[in-house]
């Protein structure tokens, strides 16, 4: 597609709910990144992914963070039993070749609450 | 500790001025850094990428300066116009292709 998608938008769960978002990058960018943004905080790393290889995910902040690429290009980031300090915006980005200097395209991001 | 800093959290200016941002780091030796624009309820957009060995990059009415030796970067916006009202975010990629890491961001003001 012309952006990355990431879907839902917008997510409110119970507390000790599971939820999963979706992030669906630019076709053919091999690198995708979760961030996790705070009200008023920049993006804060969570974890990458070259192609289907997870290569970090130094940033997922509990056990309960857990995120997949299996073939390549969909992403999806899971949180387990949700608590009311998971509630941020999350946001995707990928990006065709980070190495050699390209800047990263952005989704707009699941805001998720938590009650 | 890392850190990377965003001097000002809010800057408020005339439209037709110069908007000038700065960026301050500690502890990395970057290979890139990067400026991003982020507008409420959306997702950075990528303005600018400097890399370690140049000194100033410039598009349009942005012009972005990076100074390995201070640490510092400055971003400006020639001309500024009510539109240009975002947040403005810096962040480093210390390790070319690895994940970046972002300043709290500076919210810009533009009045007409």
């Known amino acids: 597609g012309a952006g990355v998608s990431q879907s839902p938008r917008y997510k409110v769960a119970k507390r000790g709910q599971d939820v999963a978002l979706r992030c669906d990058p630019i076709s053919g960018h091999v690198s995708l990144f979760w961030y996790q943004q705070a009200l008023g905080q920049g993006p804060e790393f969570l974890t990458y992914?070259?192609?289907?290889?997870?290569?970090?995910k130094s940033g997922l902040p509990s056990d309960r963070f857990f995120a997949e690429r299996p073939e390549g290009s969909v992403s999806t980031l899971k949180i387990q039993r949700t608590q009311q300090e998971d509630s941020a915006v999350y946001l995707c980005?990928?990006?065709?070749?980070?190495?050699?200097?390209?800047?990263?395209?952005f989704g707009s991001g699941t805001r998720l609450t938590v009650v | 500790s890392q850190k990377i800093e965003q001097n000002s959290e809010a800057l408020n200016i005339q439209e037709g001025k110069t908007a000038t941002l700065t960026c301050n780091y500690t502890?990395?030796?970057?290979?890139?850094l990067q400026w991003y624009r982020q507008d409420p309820g959306r997702g950075p957009v990528f303005l600018l990428l400097i890399r370690e060995n140049e000194k100033e990059k410039r598009k349009e009415r942005l012009k972005v300066t990076f100074d390995t030796t201070l640490k510092q970067s400055l971003f400006h916006i020639t001309a500024s116009q009510p539109a240009d009202s975002a947040t403005y975010l810096c962040a480093l990629d210390p390790e070319a292709g690895t994940a970046l890491i972002f300043g709290k961001g500076t919210t810009l003001s533009v009045s007409s």
């Open positions: 980005a990928s990006s065709l070749d980070p190495g050699h200097g390209s800047g990263y395209t």
């Open positions: 502890n990395y030796s970057p290979a890139y």
């Open positions: 992914f070259q192609n289907e290889a997870q290569l970090d």
